[in-house]
């Protein structure tokens, strides 16, 4: 093993044969067979201040390290609501002090979101907080093309444990019934309308496979440390101040909430915009928030442009399917990836062949994502970025996704149109992925299993 | 035991420790315990002309039987689909030929369908059509008013099986991908549009868990013996004449689709109508079309007129969330349920206090049920029943069902509405239950595991 440590402090491991630490030795042994590389890389990218683009993607990012096809990457992701409670999910973290650092003279990230620099749209603060994840990456494949399709296998997702030796063995997350959720404008109990944040705990040690809710706490307006008031969420990682709230502790008293680990944003630069908000998902993937994309699944995601530049983020504890109130459980995560190219021209009669939409490969299931536009950037136009918040609904999000999966199974199982959606109907489930990221998603899953029987 | 047959062939069996057939003895005695009752009764319901309504609920329908709570009834449900097949659905069966007996004098079922006797609107047929499902009842529960919740036991269900000799050992089923689906406007290919059947197998041995696809062909104009033309599926049970469709052998050929035996429709009378269409769901429960309401599981409805007046038909093997193309498996099914009803004046500080939605608990989950309209006979007025096929949207679905599933967290687990929004952004899956029923449908489901954790 060769180690060394290159710019922004990514670590690069050449291995052979075993592999380190919590990597699936199998999954890299096979890799290097499939491959027919005796030796693959092993990246380590850690998260920093620079090694973060705050709620945007963008094809014109220079990448932080170029792989090749095969390599592995280890990618810390960091939650953008870790400043809802600092002494958790902040403090102590030399990565995540540097990246919410915020004074009243300089941001560790300047920049979070699409918008204005200059934040002269709204005044909230540089890119306005139109977009509000915060991806890690970059990161380039040497050689990927528009047209190829980037095989994203997640090898292995473990929580960023608490830096803050007070909470030793214990991982927080944070989750906000926003502004932007589906309750907020349909509440029962007064004040109305309010935003919620309630803090979860996890276990670290592997002892417990779920978390818990700590306490809550109703946001009131915070002021940032340029002057700016929030009286809403309305701007990723402003700091709360915990004297100008009321934690209510003991909420979700008993109840257990099965940790489902996953990365809610992830993909590759799209091609329509030089600064795409992170919010809404597309035919490259980005913000799916589809739960599923956990531990020993596969994504596959269309590339848009040279390098492919793929990033990740808004990593997640657990998420409902719908993601209701507008976040799951926001927790930071480090995911191993292998990142696959195929290229374009080794596709043809390959199940991957004509594949425009993200989709998911788990053991058991494949997975198409239908969104209420399936390329918003191009479908609407030059107001795009904002028009998406505007017209999505789950109807067209439901065309969307039985147009994917007629075309799934008709092109990857050579089923004729007909016997395709009589499947459909009888044994592929859809569900809601989520309503409250612009592009509203619903998802279709198939078990793999319907595919694998003789004749009888 | 003491066994007596009464009016329409029902039969009556006293049973008190064990329970004959393929009745869930310990389940029995459970009930035994639980209603503090030394017997109770168990009765067959055959399906037949005479103990079938087509197409409709009705509160001026005449109970065939009377049940106490706690009694056990086996449902005999016939699939409103076995004309597509009648050699493999209907030959053979002395109650199916009587259900879809028809000549140029007379019809085993005249009615079908919830529209004018005289067919006076479309000409389709008695009833019209507005309403499809052979339901097998009503079973009248002494005692039952409204204010009372009914729940609906599933001890066993079983296919039934094939009375012709030459397909021996198995039973049949029909798949249409027909005019109300949601691909009907949205096809690839020629011709455009077309509706499709499609026939699967299943085995009644228990040797395979599985269905296949046998044919499928393209609905071609069917003349009825009455001499009416259906150059679509307008009617339900119009015999098909199969020297007029081509038959293609051999379709999803390798594919298994799993069994999930299941009731589609399912509930008690409405209050709100008199004749009421079978098609779209409600309040009361009806064409819900979830495939989870199968063997194992209980289903809860709020009782809406007196005796409650329970019936239940369009038997699926299986289905997928959706059932995209209009149907599912519609394959004839027995089932044996077990109906319990709760007193209003009991429901106090129950988790059934003020339930006025269709709930489904499975062994590990509770599911509610959301629609674009929660009692659509009553939300939209005196067209409801027409308006309902114009206003539906999965966004209003998805709408009712976050509420009810907040109602659901918040008076039967006692969690605040900010718990409640938060655990259902976290731990709650939202699915689409079907786009092709009027009222469409969206359900939520819920872990039961979540509440059994104690304090950590």
């Known amino acids: 093993m060769d180690d060394h440590t290159t710019l922004y402090g990514i670590q690069e491991a050449r291995v052979s044969t075993a592999a380190p ?16 590389r005796s030796t693959i890389s092993h990246y380590h990218l850690p998260a920093t201040d620079q090694t973060v683009h705050w709620g945007y993607f963008s094809k014109h990012l220079t990448p932080l390290v170029t792989v090749l096809s095969g390599d592995v990457i280890t990618i810390e992701t960091v939650t953008h609501h870790a400043y809802d409670d600092y002494e958790r999910m902040i403090k102590g973290d030399p990565g995540m ?12 990230v300047q920049r979070r979101g699409a918008g204005p620099i200059d934040a002269s749209l709204f005044g909230r603060g540089a890119g306005e907080g139109l977009g509000v ?15 190829d399709i980037l095989a994203v296998r997640i090898l292995d997702v473990q929580p960023r444990p608490c830096a803050n030796p007070t909470y030793q063995g214990k991982s927080f997350g944070s989750n906000a019934a926003a502004w932007w959720g589906f309750q907020y404008h349909d509440l029962l109990e007064e004040p109305k309308p309010r935003e919620v944040i309630t803090i979860y705990e996890m276990d670290t040690t592997g002892e417990h496979d779920w978390a818990r809710a700590l306490y809550n706490f109703r946001w009131m307006p915070q002021t940032d440390p ?109 995911g191993v990836f292998q990142l696959i190219l195929h290229k374009q021209a080794t596709l043809k009669g390959t199940p991957l062949e004509s ?8 053991p058991t299931e494949f997975l198409v994502h239908g969104f209420s536009f399936p390329n918003y950037l191009a479908d609407l136009g030059a107001n795009a970025q904002s028009d998406i918040y505007t017209k999505s609904s789950l109807g067209l999000a439901m065309r ?41 998603g619903i998802h279709a899953i198939v078990q793999k299993s319907l595919f694998t029987g003789g004749e009888s």
């Open 97 to 108: 002090e540097r990246i919410y650092a915020w004074d009243q003279t300089r941001k560790g």
């Open 226 to 334: 340029g002057g700016v008031v929030h009286p809403i969420i309305d701007y990723p990682g402003v700091p709360v101040d915990h004297s100008k709230v009321q934690e209510q502790w003991g909420v979700l008293k008993n109840v257990r909430i099965p940790i489902r680990p996953h990365f809610g944003t992830m993909g590759v630069a799209p091609a329509e915009a030089d600064l795409v908000d992170s919010i809404p998902p597309s035919y490259t993937g980005g913000n799916i928030d589809n739960w599923r994309i956990g531990k020993g699944t596969t994504m596959y995601y269309p590339v848009a442009v040279p390098s492919a530049l793929f990033s990740a983020g808004d990593p997640h504890a657990s998420q409902g399917d719908a993601e209701l109130c507008g976040t799951a459980i926001e927790c930071s995560l480090t």
């Open 21 to 36: 630490g919590s990597i699936d030795a199998t999954a890299l042994a096979h890799a290097q067979t499939h491959l027919q």
């Open 133 to 147: 994840h915060i991806c890690t990456g970059p990161v380039a494949i040497q050689g990927a093309e528009p047209g």
């Open 400 to 440: 969307d996704t039985f147009r994917k999966m007629r075309h799934f199974l008709m092109t990857t199982q050579g089923l004729s149109e007909d016997e395709a959606i009589s499947l459909m109907s009888v044994a592929v489930d859809f569900g809601v992925t989520q309503v409250v990221d612009g592009n509203w």
């Open 355 to 362: 594949l425009t939409y993200p989709l998911l490969e788990t």
